[in-house]
């Protein structure tokens, strides 16, 4: 599965109705579901963005799909970031040519 964190800001309308942005996360939630992407983490946030979702899918183009999905309720806009594990990066690490660098030589 690949792993994205999603930040989130309010558009106007989304702010302008923000008493329901619980329901609407609801909504997301079970949208993703539907599209057999699995939100890990949904938090709300103070400062630039004002929310922060994790979501796993099976491939790129379904995490695609559900961001579209997501900018087309105008409510709010994503920023998909890809996001990887300690394990994920060690492996993309190891592909790179040559020998590893030693930073404490």
Do not use: C
């Not at 949208?31 to 899918?57: K, N, P």
Request: net charge negative; aromatic share 8%.
């Amino acid at each position: 599965m690949v792993r994205y964190v999603m930040l989130i800001t309010y558009t106007e309308v989304g702010a302008s109705q923000i008493q329901n942005t619980t329901r609407r996360a609801q909504m997301f939630q079970t949208a993703a579901e539907q599209m057999g992407v699995h939100v890990e983490s949904l938090v709300w946030t103070l400062g630039e963005y004002d929310a922060i979702a994790t979501v796993r899918a099976d491939d790129e183009d379904v995490a695609i799909a559900l961001s579209a999905y997501l900018a087309r309720q105008g409510y709010v806009r994503a920023r998909m970031l890809r996001a990887l594990t300690e394990e994920e990066f060690a492996r993309v690490l190891s592909k790179m040519p040559g020998a590893p660098i030693d930073l404490d030589a």
